[in-house]
């Protein structure tokens, strides 16, 4: 049952970047693991396979995935100029490019109980061995984000890791799809889930069958989500920060975020207590009566951490 109502909050604080890996020959396939899904209904994870370890980023990498601006402001050197060494190769037509309006903010999001200390800290850049995104009381050990909003101050929009373990494999903080959910549609009367994960897919994307944090650590495909952030600041002292989930049907599944002690996870439900009732003990982290008190944006030491773009949610569009 649940212990207690918590919240998600995103702090501005200094991001530490991370590098992307470099481009190489393409992977030879493998055969993912066996998985029994027979005895899986009330797993929260796989029980009866080993886990693939997930890279850890060079520590050389600080700075890759700010842009120039971010980086001047944290006393690191501006990117190197690319150059386009292509010859005698067609150009790809291409999209023309939309300069982003609103500002790239970054922080950390801190877990916080609102009725008592029972969760207490941080979303760790540390993944357990599944690849999902656990809890830190280490503000050091934080994972460090990028809000990536383009055309809209509202969302959904995509935010990308800074720094971690899954960030130059798995940049997108999304959703990937329960290991022990039926099908891809969270809601109501349905134990369905989805972690709070490494992805890979685009903005803008649907649910897919993309490469993911989960299914690089399991070998079993699931689909996932990453476009998902959306911004609530109709109340300036409560700035909230929620995930969404799209269903099949293109319809926004109404979700609440929960934090599995026994997993150490994150995951979004659609029924916190059906979810609670086949998985064991979870701790509610949004408000069962309202969806969007999820997590809060804070102002730091030089100035509101939230731009004033953000008073505008007269339309919805994607990066």
Same mark, same amino acid.
């Given at each position: 049952?649940?212990?207690?109502?918590?919240?998600?909050?995103?702090?501005?604080?200094?991001?530490?970047?991370?590098?992307? #890996?470099?481009?190489?020959?393409?992977?030879?396939?493998?055969?993912?693991?066996?998985?029994?899904?027979?005895?899986?209904?009330?797993?929260?994870?796989?029980?009866?396979?080993?886990?693939?370890?997930?890279?850890?980023?060079?520590?050389?990498?600080?700075?890759?995935?700010?842009?120039?601006?971010?980086?001047?402001?944290?006393?690191?050197?501006?990117?190197?100029?690319?150059?386009?060494?292509?010859?005698?190769?067609?150009?790809?037509?291409?999209?023309?490019?939309? =300069?982003?309006?609103?500002?790239?903010?970054?922080?950390?999001?801190?877990?916080?109980?609102?009725?008592?200390?029972?969760?207490?800290?941080?979303?760790?850049?540390?993944?357990?061995?599944?690849?999902?995104?656990?809890?830190?009381?280490?503000?050091?050990?934080?994972?460090?984000?990028?809000?990536?909003?383009?055309?809209?101050?509202?969302?959904?929009?995509?935010?990308?890791?800074?720094?971690?373990?899954?960030?130059?494999?798995? =940049?997108?903080?999304?959703?990937?799809?329960?290991? #022990?959910?039926?099908?891809?549609?969270?809601?109501?009367?349905?134990?369905?889930?989805?972690?709070? #994960?490494?992805?890979?897919?685009?903005?803008?994307?649907?649910?897919?069958?993309?490469?993911?944090?989960?299914?690089?650590?399991?070998?079993?495909?699931?689909?996932?989500?990453?476009?998902?952030?959306?911004?609530?600041?109709?109340? =300036?002292?409560?700035?909230?920060?929620?995930?969404?989930?799209?269903?099949?049907?293109?319809?926004?599944?109404?979700?609440?975020?929960?934090?599995?002690?026994?997993?150490?996870?994150?995951?979004?439900?659609?029924?916190?207590?059906?979810?609670?009732?086949?998985?064991?003990? #979870?701790?509610?982290?949004?408000?069962?009566?309202?969806?969007?008190?999820?997590?809060?944006?804070?102002?730091?030491?030089?100035?509101?951490?939230?731009?004033?773009?953000?008073?505008?949610?007269?339309?919805?569009?994607?990066?």
């Amino acid at each position: 049952m649940f212990q207690s109502f918590t919240r998600f909050v995103l702090i501005a604080a200094l991001a530490v970047p991370a590098a992307l #890996a470099a481009v190489g020959p393409s992977p030879v396939p493998y055969a993912p693991t066996p998985v029994r899904r027979d005895v899986s209904a009330d797993s929260f994870n796989p029980t009866d396979i080993v886990p693939k370890p997930i890279a850890q980023n060079a520590a050389a990498a600080i700075g890759a995935g700010l842009t120039n601006a971010q980086r001047l402001a944290r006393g690191l050197p501006p990117r190197s100029p690319r150059l386009n060494t292509r010859r005698n190769r067609a150009l790809a037509a291409r999209q023309s490019a939309t =300069p982003c309006t609103f500002s790239q903010p970054t922080g950390i999001i801190r877990v916080s109980s609102a009725n008592d200390n029972s969760l207490n800290g941080y979303i760790s850049s540390t993944a357990n061995s599944f690849g999902e995104y656990t809890v830190t009381t280490d503000a050091s050990q934080a994972l460090s984000v990028a809000i990536q909003r383009c055309n809209s101050a509202s969302g959904p929009f995509d935010m990308t890791a800074l720094n971690g373990a899954l960030s130059s494999q798995y =940049p997108y903080v999304g959703l990937v799809n329960g290991f #022990a959910s039926t099908d891809d549609n969270i809601r109501a009367g349905s134990y369905n889930y989805a972690y709070i #994960a490494g992805t890979t897919i685009p903005a803008g994307s649907p649910a897919e069958a993309v490469p993911n944090a989960y299914s690089g650590a399991t070998g079993s495909v699931k689909d996932a989500e990453s476009a998902i952030w959306t911004l609530d600041d109709s109340d =300036p002292n409560h700035i909230v920060l929620t995930p969404r989930w799209v269903n099949t049907d293109g319809s926004q599944a109404t979700t609440q975020l929960v934090y599995s002690p026994g997993a150490g996870a994150l995951a979004v439900v659609g029924d916190a207590a059906v979810f609670a009732s086949n998985f064991g003990t #979870a701790t509610a982290v949004v408000r069962p009566t309202s969806v969007i008190e999820a997590s809060e944006i804070l102002s730091d030491a030089h100035g509101p951490f939230v731009d004033p773009h953000l008073r505008s949610y007269s339309s919805v569009e994607r990066c």
